[in-house]
C-alpha cells in the first residue's frame, strides 16, 4: 500500500494520499488549505488519479481545497454531514461502517467531540497492518480540542469507545504532526491515561 502525506496551509495540516500502489487510483484524505501545489507533485511523483476526497472533519484547514479540487478532478468529497455547515458544495455523505474507495477498504468511525461529524477512516495496509486517520480527534502526545464540557464528554467517550478499541500496533496519521501508533498513545499520552482498556 501506498501511503504520501504532507502538511500544507498556515495551520500545517496534514494531507495523506492512500493507494493500492503506485501507477493507479488514489483517495485524498483532508484536502486543506493551500494544498493544490504540493498534492499536484506528489499525484505526479506517485502516478496517482485521484477518485475521491475523505474528510475527517469539516474545519477550513482540513477542506479548505476541496471544493476546488472535487471540481478540478470531477471527484466526490465524502463528509460527515454534521459538518456540513462549513463546506459551501455538494459531497457524499458519510456515516459509520464500511467504504469502498479507489480499490481501498475503508472503515469509517464517527468520533464527534472536535465537532459534530469527526470521523476517523481504517485502513488495511497489507501484511495484516492497520492505519487509521484520526484527523484532529487524536495526536502524537496529546487530543483534539473540544468546545464545551458536553463536547469534551462527547471526545473523550470518541476515543475510548472507537480509537482506543485498535490494536497497540495501529499507526496512527494524524491531522496535524508525526505519526505515532494506538500503543504509544496508549502508554503515553497524558490526556488519555484511564482512557483506555
Known amino acids: 500500500m501506498l501511503v504520501a502525506g504532507f502538511a500544507a ?15 493507479g487510483e488514489c483517495v485524498v484524505v483532508d484536502p486543506g488549505e493551500e494544498v493544490g501545489e504540493p498534492l499536484t507533485a506528489a499525484l505526479a ?10 474528510a475527517t472533519h469539516g474545519h477550513p484547514d482540513h477542506i479548505g481545497s476541496a471544493a476546488a479540487l472535487a471540481r478540478a478532478h470531477d471527484v466526490p468529497l465524502h463528509l460527515h454531514p454534521a459538518d456540513a455547515g462549513w463546506h459551501d458544495g455538494p459531497f457524499e ?8 474507495v479507489a480499490g481501498l477498504d475503508v472503515t469509517v468511525l464517527g468520533v464527534p467531540g472536535h465537532t459534530p461529524g469527526s470521523v476517523a477512516f481504517t485502513v488495511t495496509a497489507g501484511e495484516g497492518g492497520r492505519l487509521v486517520l484520526t484527523g ?32 497497540d500496533e495501529t ?12 500503543g504509544r498513545e496508549r502508554a503515553g499520552n497524558p490526556f488519555l491515561t484511564g482512557a483506555g482498556a
Open 9 to 23: 496551509g498556515p495551520l500545517r495540516a496534514n494531507c495523506y494520499l492512500l493507494a493500492p500502489s503506485a501507477g
Open 45 to 54: 511523483e506517485h502516478g496517482l488519479v485521484p477518485v475521491a476526497l475523505l
Open 93 to 100: 455523505a458519510l456515516s459509520d461502517g464500511p467504504l469502498r
Open 136 to 167: 484532529d480527534t487524536l495526536f502524537a502526545g496529546s487530543i483534539g480540542r473540544s468546545g464545551d464540557r458536553e463536547a469534551g464528554a462527547e471526545l473523550e467517550r470518541s476515543l475510548r469507545t472507537k480509537l482506543l478499541t485498535l490494536a
Open 171 to 182: 499507526v496512527v496519521l494524524p491531522g496535524h504532526g508525526p505519526a505515532t501508533t494506538i
